[in-house]
């Protein structure tokens, strides 16, 4: 399985990033995708998932600020990232596993999100 991640960049505070994920290969199709960050000198934290039925999770941090959603037919996961904020700027992973026992674990290389103030 390969997670394709795409959308990172630069952008000032204030601004909008859509972040776009993609799964090639075999997965259950009942799964949890996810975007987590890892800014310097930190751990990685989840941002957001979303399962294969909807249901979503956000970080306290982005709550109102940031949208996932899924294209099932597709196995893409997207992050829309609205009211960008300096302390938002990390390097970001997408995530597959299935609902349940964690019998897989996939992540995607990282893309960078810059936000300057």
């Known amino acids: 399985v390969q997670l394709q991640a795409s959308g990172g960049g630069l952008v000032q505070a204030g601004g909008s990033l859509r972040l776009a994920c993609a799964a090639s290969?075999?997965?259950?199709?009942?799964?949890?995708m996810g975007w987590y960050r890892q800014a310097p000198g930190k751990q990685r934290e989840l941002v957001a998932d979303?399962?294969?039925?909807?249901?979503?999770d956000y970080a306290d941090s982005v709550k109102g600020r940031f949208t996932i959603s899924r294209d099932n037919a597709k196995n893409t996961v997207y992050l829309q990232m609205n009211s960008l904020k300096p302390e938002d700027t990390a390097v970001y992973y997408c995530n597959v596993r299935p609902i349940g026992v964690r019998t897989y674990d996939y992540w995607g290389r990282g893309t960078l999100v810059t936000v300057s103030s």
């Open positions: 290969g075999s997965i259950s199709s009942r799964n949890v």
């Open positions: 979303i399962t294969s039925g909807g249901n979503r």
